[in-house]
Antibody
Framework: QAQLVQSGSEVKKPGASVKVSCKASGYTFSDYYIHWVRQAPGQGLQWMGWINPRTGAAKYAQKFQGRVTMTRDTPITTGYMELSSLTSDDSGVYYC?????????????WGHGTTVIVSS | SYELTQPPSVSVSPGQTARITCSGDALPNQYTYWYRQKSGQAPVLVLYKDSERPAGVSERLSGSSSGTTATLSISGVQAEDEADYYCQSADNRGTYWLFGGGTKLTVL
């Protein structure tokens, strides 16, 4: 069955960057966008952007533009989200989720989440 | 910037119908999606294209959208329905996605 497996927890210092991976399996990687969603402690879901694995094109939420980069490595069916210039406000759980490119369906498979802690 | 507005909390007794609303100016032009998130777990898609249920989602969940408001209804509420529910949609151009602030459903 379709599955997204994310990399492990990270602890970073303010000003550093973090790169989270999302390994897809059980489906055709290039047929689905990969979205990234952040959830700060005790807060709601925040959409960060998506990448089209087929073309490499990405779209970022305005809040993160200039600090976030989403990439993919198609041969190993893995997506990446890198966030730079970290502050304590970037602490939280980062999820990846897939969404079909050619049909309207929503984010139907999610990763388990990666916890990022930003602390000096 | 564009926002989706949900009530922070909804409380219902078991067996009653819970209704969670989501308001946004672009909803007449964009589909609404709904996700359920239980404590410590990843979100789960429960409705797409305003009212469609993914396979495996209970028929007690239904959705509608009219004008600038979308509604998730849960009939015959059970203790297992207690969770945070998030609506998700896009701006008018469909370029930027966003989530509502989430609604905590409490079963009394």
């Amino acid at each position: 069955q379709a599955q997204l497996v994310q990399s492990g927890s990270e602890v970073k210092k303010p000003g550093a960057s973090v790169k989270v991976s999302c390994k897809a399996s059980g489906y055709t990687f290039s047929d689905y966008y990969i979205h990234w969603v952040r959830q700060a402690p005790g807060q709601g879901l925040q959409w960060m952007g998506w990448i089209n694995p087929r073309t490499g094109a990405a779209k970022y939420a305005q809040k993160f533009q200039g600090r976030v980069t989403m990439t993919r490595d198609t041969p190993i069916t893995t997506g990446y989200m890198e966030l730079s210039s970290l502050t304590s406000d970037d602490s939280g759980v980062y999820y990846c989720a897939r969404d079909p490119i050619t049909v309207t369906y929503g984010m139907d498979v999610w990763g388990h989440g990666t916890t990022v802690i930003v602390s000096s | 910037s564009y926002e989706l507005t949900q009530p922070p909390s909804v409380s219902v007794s078991p067996g009653q119908t819970a209704r969670i609303t989501c308001s946004g100016d672009a909803l007449p032009n964009q589909y609404t999606y709904w996700y359920r998130q239980k404590s410590g777990q990843a979100p789960v898609l429960v409705l797409y294209k305003d009212s469609e249920r993914p396979a495996g989602v209970s028929e007690r969940l239904s959705g509608s959208s009219s004008g600038t408001t979308a509604t998730l209804s849960i009939s015959g509420v059970q203790a297992e329905d207690e969770a945070d529910y998030y609506c998700q949609s896009a701006d008018n151009r469909g370029t930027y996605w966003l989530f509502g602030g989430g609604t905590k459903l409490t079963v009394l």
